[in-house]
């Protein structure tokens, strides 16, 4: 019991209130007038959607900026200014390749690795993090980019999935759509958005009468293989379902009042903490976490009460 408590202490200190996000976004090169303006689109979506949060620090490249240098560039500049409290999100979105060894992200000129990108964030002091790879072949790119404390999203399940996939369109989408919110948190998590994605991916395959091509998974505890959502089992799913990507609704609109802002972080930690105790339930002794998580819900009542004010 006093193991479990301890870890589930653990995870309190490293599942920090949301200071501040760093987003990251990079539509990589189209090849066809189609794709370059699909993608494009999409960065264009996510950047005003991440601009619209308050305390956000937004960097979008696209067109002739997509480069491998003005992407070193930026991931320098955030390693620079992020703080370990601070969240980062990076969003791929494009075409990718696999040569059953390496994965690489197509840019304009020199393309870059996933082993390179994932130096790039390893340089970022922000403890939670979430890498989404929305490319064909992203798949491949799991393994690089796994570690602890790190989510990864690949539109593909293998490197090997290497046509050009829909997923971005459905997971910009579930950022801008209220539904995504399954929990009615007025905030959507990196779980609710991947979900949401998922199935309107599957559901776009369905309507076409075709052969899906791409199907979506994650990797969230910093080893083992990528999972889709249904083979999700233990810790797995565990940082992705407590790390907001966006703020919707009356969450956003107290981020930007600085009366409520206080509010609002202490939520999301009361949140987080409920999280953590709840995969840490079998662990331990019945009573102890009766009591614990009693305790934390009725502070997140309060908090909740003083936000609704």
């Given at each position: 019991?006093?193991?479990?408590?301890?870890?589930?202490?653990?995870?309190?200190?490293?599942?920090?209130?949301?200071a501040?996000?760093?987003?990251?976004?990079?539509?990589?090169?189209?090849?066809?007038?189609?794709?370059?303006?699909?993608?494009?689109?999409?960065?264009?979506?996510?950047?005003?959607?991440?601009?619209?949060?308050?305390?956000?620090?937004v960097?979008?490249?696209?067109?002739?900026?997509?480069?491998?240098?003005?992407?070193?560039?930026?991931?320098?500049a955030?390693?620079?200014?992020?703080?370990?409290?601070d969240?980062?999100?990076?969003?791929?979105?494009?075409?990718?390749?696999?040569?059953?060894?390496?994965?690489?992200?197509?840019?304009?000129?020199?393309?870059?690795?996933?082993?390179?990108?994932?130096a790039?964030?390893?340089?970022?002091?922000?403890?939670?993090?979430?890498?989404?790879?929305?490319?064909?072949?992203?798949?491949?790119?799991?393994?690089?980019?796994?570690?602890?404390?790190?989510?990864?999203?690949?539109a593909?399940?293998?490197?090997?999935?290497?046509?050009?996939?829909?997923?971005?369109?459905?997971?910009?989408?579930?950022?801008?759509?209220?539904?995504?919110?399954?929990?009615?948190?007025?905030?959507?998590?990196?779980?609710?958005?991947?979900?949401?994605?998922?199935?309107?991916?599957?559901?776009?395959?369905?309507?076409?009468?075709?052969?899906?091509?791409?199907?979506?998974?994650?990797?969230?505890?910093?080893?083992?293989?990528?999972?889709?959502?249904?083979?999700?089992?233990?810790?797995?799913?565990?940082l992705?379902?407590?790390?907001?990507?966006?703020?919707?609704?009356?969450?956003q609109?107290?981020?930007?009042?600085?009366?409520?802002?206080?509010?609002?972080?202490?939520?999301?930690?009361?949140?987080?903490?409920?999280?953590?105790?709840?995969?840490?339930?079998?662990?331990?002794?019945?009573?102890?976490?009766?009591?614990?998580?009693?305790?934390?819900?009725?502070?997140?009542?309060?908090?909740?009460?003083?936000?609704?004010?």
């Amino acid at each position: 019991m006093r193991l479990a408590i301890g870890v589930c202490g653990l995870l309190m200190t490293v599942l920090p209130v949301r200071a501040s996000v760093y987003y990251v976004t990079v539509a990589g090169i189209g090849g066809e007038p189609d794709y370059e303006q699909r993608f494009t689109a999409s960065a264009k979506d996510l950047d005003k959607v991440f601009k619209a949060s308050s305390g956000a620090h937004v960097y979008t490249l696209m067109g002739k900026d997509a480069t491998r240098v003005r992407l070193t560039e930026t991931m320098a500049a955030v390693a620079r200014e992020a703080k370990p409290e601070d969240d980062f999100v990076l969003t791929l979105i494009g075409h990718g390749s696999f040569d059953s060894v390496e994965y690489k992200f197509n840019l304009v000129g020199p393309d870059v690795s996933a082993a390179d990108l994932a130096a790039m964030c390893d340089r970022v002091l922000a403890r939670r993090q979430l890498v989404v790879n929305t490319t064909s072949a992203s798949g491949g790119s799991v393994v690089a980019l796994e570690r602890s404390g790190r989510g990864v999203i690949a539109a593909t399940k293998t490197g090997t999935e290497k046509n050009a996939t829909v997923f971005a369109r459905y997971w910009v989408e579930a950022l801008q759509d209220p539904t995504a919110d399954v929990d009615k948190s007025d905030s959507i998590s990196a779980m609710e958005a991947f979900q949401y994605a998922d199935r309107k991916t599957a559901a776009f395959y369905e309507s076409q009468k075709r052969l899906a091509t791409e199907h979506a998974v994650f990797q969230d505890t910093g080893r083992g293989e990528a999972v889709r959502v249904g083979a999700a089992q233990g810790k797995e799913g565990a940082l992705m379902s407590s790390m907001t990507v966006v703020r919707i609704g009356a969450s956003q609109a107290a981020m930007n009042d600085p009366a409520k802002r206080d509010l609002l972080a202490k939520k999301e930690e009361l949140e987080q903490k409920i999280d953590a105790l709840k995969y840490q339930k079998a662990a331990m002794e019945p009573g102890e976490y009766k009591k614990q998580l009693t305790e934390a819900l009725l502070q997140l009542a309060a908090v909740q009460e003083e936000l609704e004010k």
